[in-house]
């Protein structure tokens, strides 16, 4: 008996002898960590070495910690870092590699390449990165890259060949570490495509345990045949389905979220593994060109002006666009989009078409707002914002047990043009409105919807949970203090309340600056096929 007593209390003591030994290079100290897998917060130190979560547990004897750094944790939140599912950071990571706007908003991975749009040559994508960036991306391999590298912007069905060399472009993005296929099938040009082509890419990609993120064909009055398709393209492609900002963007459509929800829980429950994301906003953010029908984007930019040349064409054109304005998307005035940015006039800027319209003396019809639609499609465009939602679908969508908090932004130059706000805010504005404010959800499982679910629907293994042998991807925040600060009118604003956030064991944001640290990892995708290297990995 005595022997087993004595057998029972080393092992009791051994981990804490094994902590005292070590030498940490991170000790964060008397946190409530709020783990990530939806689990009650508890208080303990955590201790990182080597970049990932070595122990977890009572670290420290009063003031004296076996760590070369110490962080003070006390009555403050410490969570995984945030993984934000759905970016489009493209460009903009190469021009400012700190990310900083993430990075103060507690994200330390994300995933770009969505809505049907990425870099096709990932090589050298991410040979591009590597070493410069302070946070950890992967990527998808986008559907209207692929289709326009091998067919252009041509309304038609590809060929045969056009087909297997589409294929083979995804396979060859998969093997060089896509984490999956994205579609944008209200965009140019794969809303020209049929269900069977993004079935048979999709099936390119699921050879490779991929996922497959959808921007639907249509989130509005088609909404419920556009969830239909999602989930047919994984039934038929068996592989796992990420649906893309999950809303009801038609006015007339308000509410119907619960039945888009019961769609996604019907699906599950037959065995199809779907999941969806958000952002917790009640306006969108794209392009211009969405107010048009899509066989007038068709052959770049060229082919649009031609058409808009032509007086019966542009008379069609604005004969379509009123039409889906008003049945489709039950507005009467395009008072409800915005512009975010235009490279030919930055005047424009955080104004609506109809102040637009008026300031360029017309009516205020919305024929004349067309009008001025077209004028700016033909001098190139503009990326807008879209108020179109209703916050009750919002606050549904985030209660749904399968739903994951996502931006929908992109890496953001401090100052230049009026972007959404989400690409700032996103996880602060659920972390202060729908938490602290409003009680949506509970902290923990807010929190799950931004770390541990993501984690597990991208196959990051090693990330979205404080657990010890994950990579230490952390962030410290005050519960009480967090939110946004970036607003419609005044977008470039960091979020606050984030006092450290930490990429692979490096303090990135601290006392409210970025380090310079330039820690972050290429997430690679499950199919990737270098030596030396796993998902996650450098």
Request: with cysteine; glycine share 10%.
């Amino acid at each position: 008996m005595k022997k087993l007593i004595i057998f029972a209390l080393l092992l009791f003591l051994a981990p804490v002898a094994w902590a005292q030994a070590t030498t940490y290079d991170v000790v964060i100290q008397n946190g409530r960590i709020v783990d990530g897998s939806g689990n009650p917060w508890y208080v303990a130190d955590v201790g990182i070495k080597d970049g990932r979560i070595a122990a977890i547990g009572r670290l420290c004897n009063g003031g004296n910690c076996p760590a070369k750094r110490t962080i003070d944790a006390k009555d403050l939140i410490v969570a995984p870092g945030f993984i934000d599912v759905h970016t489009h950071v493209e460009g903009g990571i190469a021009r400012i590699p700190t990310a900083d706007n993430y990075l103060f908003d507690g994200v330390t991975s994300i995933i770009t390449g969505n809505c049907g749009g990425s870099e096709t040559d990932l090589d050298k994508f991410f040979g591009g990165l590597r070493g410069k960036i302070s946070i950890n991306l992967g990527t998808l391999i986008g559907h209207n890259s692929v289709r326009r590298e091998i067919m252009g912007s041509e309304q038609r069905d590809p060929t045969p060949d056009e087909q297997s060399r589409m294929e083979a472009l995804v396979g060859q993005a998969m093997r060089q570490g896509a984490v999956g296929f994205s579609t944008g099938l209200i965009y140019i040009p794969g809303t020209y495509s049929k269900t069977p082509e993004v079935v048979a890419l999709a099936r390119a990609a699921a050879k490779y345990n991929g996922v497959y993120a959808s921007h639907m064909r249509d989130e509005g009055e088609h909404v419920f045949d556009a969830i239909n398709e999602a989930i047919t393209v994984g039934r038929e492609a068996a592989m796992p389905v990420e649906i893309s900002h999950f809303k009801v963007s038609n006015k007339k459509f308000w509410g119907q979220s619960a039945k888009t929800i019961e769609l996604v829980e019907k699906a599950r429950a037959e065995g199809i593994d779907v999941t969806v994301d958000q952002y917790p906003y009640t306006a969108s953010s794209t392009n211009l060109g969405v107010l048009l029908p899509s066989w007038a984007l068709a052959d770049g930019q060229e082919a649009i002006k031609k058409r808009l040349a032509d007086p019966a064409t542009r008379k069609k054109i604005a004969g379509e666009m009123k039409e889906t304005i008003n049945k489709r998307n039950g507005r009467k005035r395009l008072d409800y989009a915005v512009v975010a940015s235009c490279p030919w006039d930055n005047s424009l800027e955080g104004k609506s078409i109809a102040l637009i319209n008026k300031e360029k003396g017309r009516k205020g019809k919305l024929e004349d707002e067309i009008q001025t639609v077209l004028e700016m499609t033909e001098k190139g465009g503009a990326q807008m914002v879209y108020h179109s939602m209703d916050e009750r679908d919002v606050e549904r969508i985030l209660r749904f047990p399968y739903s994951m908090v996502a931006s929908d932004g992109g890496v953001q130059e401090m100052g230049r043009g009026v972007p959404h706000p989400r690409s700032y805010g996103t996880n602060a504005r659920v972390l202060g409105r729908y938490i602290r404010e409003k009680n949506v959800v509970r902290l923990e499982e807010a929190i799950r919807k931004m770390t541990s679910l993501p984690a597990q629907r991208f196959r990051l293994t090693e990330r979205g949970l404080i657990r010890p042998g994950m990579w230490a991807d952390i962030v410290v925040f005050d519960e009480k203090a967090v939110a946004d600060t970036a607003t419609f009118e005044k977008p470039h604003a960091y979020a606050a309340g984030f006092r450290y956030v930490l990429v692979n064991g490096e303090v990135v944001i601290e006392g409210g600056k970025h380090t310079g640290a330039h820690s972050g990892q290429i997430l690679l995708g499950p199919g990737a096929q270098r030596p030396n290297q796993s998902a996650g990995g450098k």
